[in-house]
């Protein structure tokens, strides 16, 4: 390694913690980022790329406040991207057949979604509500990975791959860097942003307050002529379209542990669920299968803040299901807090207070 010593280390190099190094260097700090793969290639590489929470009622607030900023943030983030990869964010909308679930209504859900600013409307589909989300985006996430490697090596921030947080370093109640596979190094601030497995770099943390949670995923080819124009969702599973027209087809959500194994039947399942949204599809070449963890939290709140005991170890993570939606916005919470500059949303429900005794 060139130099040790750093401001801050961010432990993980998914999209909570390449967004985080950004907004930290951006605020003049010395920063690291390290991972133990090649950087973008867990959870943020393996997700859909939705830019906004399937069924947005059904979560906690606070996710859905960090969602809808999110949302609102992602074209200046990408705006700044000092990179020639094209994300290729397109708003491309998002239907959702039968969204009515048991003990909701119409009112409440537009309610919801009003509150968080996402503009909709309802569609009679027969006996049925559809509803249009004409505002929501989706992102080619690998590329936009891709995106946030080349800035974070323009800017200059030191990327270390292959190389795994093993411990931190700790001196008098403060942490002082991080042990690696590759020798330890020196901070002033540590941020873990290890995805599903943060839970191991954050002492004191309840057993089961952070785990993978599995997603499968497959990715088609349709005719050109046979093109999906919009996200269309129904019962839990997802089309979402791509701009050269090949369509991505999710997800599982699975409580299996640390195994990525992708199922013939659950994939049959989605395949035969994704034909019969979209008939188009029956026939046309399945590319790709792949799965990977979100990191989920227990009250499904991701942890962003500083560690009640631990001066200078801060978290970015949980962002279950929508960790991609969020990541402009939890980038910016996180910044902000560490800067000690007031926030655009309040911070008090991530804190890890909630989880941890001071
Ligand atoms: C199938 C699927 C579909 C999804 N669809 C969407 C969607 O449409 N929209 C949306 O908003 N969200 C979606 N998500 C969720 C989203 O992908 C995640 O919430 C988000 O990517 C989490 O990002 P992260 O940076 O926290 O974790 P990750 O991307 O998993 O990154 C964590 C990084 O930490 C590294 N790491 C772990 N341990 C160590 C260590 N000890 N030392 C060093 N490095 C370490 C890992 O190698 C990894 O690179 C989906 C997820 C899945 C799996």
Redesign the pocket.
Known sequence: MSSNRFDIIV????????TSALALQRDGARVAV????R????????????????YAWRYPQPVLAL?AEGMRRYPNLLASLDSNIDPERWVSGMEILDPVGEGETTELISATLASAGIAHQWRQQGDAHALWLPEVA?VR?PYLLDALIDTLRARGINLYEQ????GLLLNAGRVTGVA?SQGDLQAERVVI??????E??IPGLPMGSLFP?????LRLEPRPENALDRILMDDGV?L?PRRDGSVVV???VEYAGFDKTVDAEAQERLHAHACRLWPQLAGARITHRW?????GSSDEIPLLGEHPSIAGLWT????????????PATAELLADRMADRPTALDPTPYRLERLIDA
Request: proline content about 3%; overall charge positive.
């Open positions: 432990v993980g190099a998914g999209i909570a913690g390449l390290l991972d133990r793969h950087a973008g290639t867990e959870a943020s590489w393996a997700g859909g790329g939705i830019l906004c929470p399937l969602a989706n996430n190389c795994a947080a093993e690696t942003t290890a995805g599903a497995w943060s191991a770099l949670v599995r997603g499968q995923m997802y979402i999710g997800s599982t799965a990977g963890l979100r990191p970015n993570t949980g962002g279950f299901r929508n960790g991609l939606a969020m990541a």
